[in-house]
């Protein structure tokens, strides 16, 4: 079947440590994007990448890092320069022709 | 930038209609999004309108107006189970998606 798979689904790490949230897809989409939601409120962008080798920061990219080496993967890493890395982590993909933008499951991300 | 405006919560009765509203501004529009999300879980992709008009799929249609940057998501026959939040994102020509905060909709028996 085709998606997108975030893993893992819940993550703790110790403040200051990098951590790497991974996203592949097997929909063929060149977009991907990550999105990062704390409790009660919408999701905000981190970065998004249209195509291989190329991405761009989203709204709130301070601390994170991605890469787009694949056209199935986007790899996001939080750094410890993110002041306050603990939330629920979105990666989505757009397709084309229809316009359908998928999520992945989501990973939960505490740290402690 | 993007600025995207949507109520932050609504009440509704199982089998009445309603309507979430959501208005924008931004640059080099390239069509806005619906989506619904349960608590706890992922967002799912209800439509999305690049053209002036309403789109009808079952229970739900969304209407658009490029001119006035307003758009709503119309519920109808509503039941226990669209209790969620909705939210409005709008896409971009340089390909930035940028999501509003999202209406918390309960439906009440």
């Known amino acids: 079947d085709g998606g997108i798979t975030q893993s893992p689904k819940y993550l703790f790490r110790k403040e200051g440590q990098n951590v790497t949230l991974s996203c592949e897809q097997n929909?063929?989409?060149?977009?991907m994007y990550w999105y990062r939601q704390d409790p009660g409120q919408g999701l905000r962008l981190i970065y998004y990448s249209q195509i291989v080798n190329d991405f761009q920061k989203g709204d709130i990219a301070e601390g994170y890092s991605v890469s787009r080496e694949k056209k199935e993967s986007f790899p996001l890493t939080v750094t410890s320069a993110q002041k306050n890395p603990t939330a629920f982590y979105l990666c989505?993909?757009?397709?084309?022709?229809?316009?359908?933008?998928?999520f992945g499951p989501g990973t939960r991300l505490t740290v402690l | 930038g993007q600025n995207i405006d949507q109520p932050t919560e609504m009440t509704a009765t199982e089998g009445a209609i309603v309507q979430i509203n959501c208005t924008y501004q931004?640059?080099?529009?390239?069509?806005l999004f619906w989506y619904q999300q349960h608590a706890g879980e992922a967002p799912t992709f209800l439509s999305y309108n690049v053209l002036d008009g309403l789109e009808e799929k079952g229970r739900f249609s969304s209407f658009l107006s490029r001119s006035k940057g307003y758009s709503y998501l119309l519920l109808k026959e509503l039941q226990m189970k669209d209790s969620a939040s909705y939210l409005c994102?709008?896409?971009?020509?340089?390909?930035?998606?940028?999501f509003g905060d999202g209406t918390t909709l309960t439906v009440k028996p």
């Open positions: 989505a993909s757009l397709g084309l022709g229809p316009n359908e933008q998928f």
């Open positions: 929909l063929n989409h060149d977009a």
């Open positions: 931004t640059s080099g529009f390239n069509g």
């Open positions: 994102a709008v896409n971009t020509n340089a390909g930035k998606s940028t």
